[in-house]
């Protein structure tokens, strides 16, 4: 069963549409569009080459991902079609991690190869980076210059991809979930000053008093732990009876009010 579920900002230009094709209806139905959904994409999931080709006929995708072991018409030949068709990006799944797939899958002209069981932060990761490359040349200079106009001297994080990644100072690329997007906008618009727990417990739901505040904590701490695998120290910290602030610019922070957590 085919199915086409759009991303919570599908009404941005600037959300990426990807077409996922994969006849495990557990995998496509329950991890991986319910997955690259909470990271941002327009996604359709469909079962077979057949049933891509049919949404290609009336849809247009960035991204296709495809996994290689297929019934009837295997994922690397349909990489080759849709190579030759049109430069969408192309990501190749499979539980197969023979080298001659590897390659065969390059050949064929997919962007990137990943192995099962995928990790959904590693794809969405992928997806987020492979798409920034898509974009046209004017339009990539268009936006270059402009971020050249606006950024300032000193290396900084950042949000990019229309806030569903996070940019370290280095330039590693950390993909975020929904309710890591919400969060993050809220306290890097606050430009240094601590955001309370109630502020970002409201703009992660609907009913603050159903939410566990335990829930908050977890998000914090998946951050952290997002920067600490890209080998950077995330200027997150916590405000003592207040909340939490995101600071850059230490000389912002008041040493007495602040303990970074471990």
Known sequence: MEKIVVGTNASSPR??????????????????IPGLIDYGFAVTGVRTSADLY????????????????????????????????SSMGIVMLTGNH???????????????????????????ASLHSLARRLRTPIAACSEEKAAYDSVPSRAEWRLETNDWCLATPRNATIALSGSERCALQLLMAAKGAAVSREELIATLCNDVYDFDPHRLEMLVYRL??????????LPLVTVRGVGYAFIVDQNDANDALISVSS
């Open 224 to 233: 952290r732990r997002k920067a600490r695998e890209q080998s950077e120290s």
């Open 98 to 124: 023979e080298r001659s797939d590897h390659i065969r899958s390059l050949v064929a002209g997919a962007d990137t190869y990943l192995s099962k069981p995928v990790d959904i932060e590693v794809l969405a």
């Open 15 to 32: 959300t990426w549409r990807v077409i996922v094709l994969e006849d495990d209806e557990v995998l496509r139905e329950h991890i991986l």
């Open 54 to 85: 049919r949404h290609m006929l009336s849809n247009q995708y960035d991204i296709a991902v495809l996994d290689i072991g297929l019934p009837g018409e295997d994922g690397i030949t349909v990489a080759q079609h849709l190579r030759q068709l």
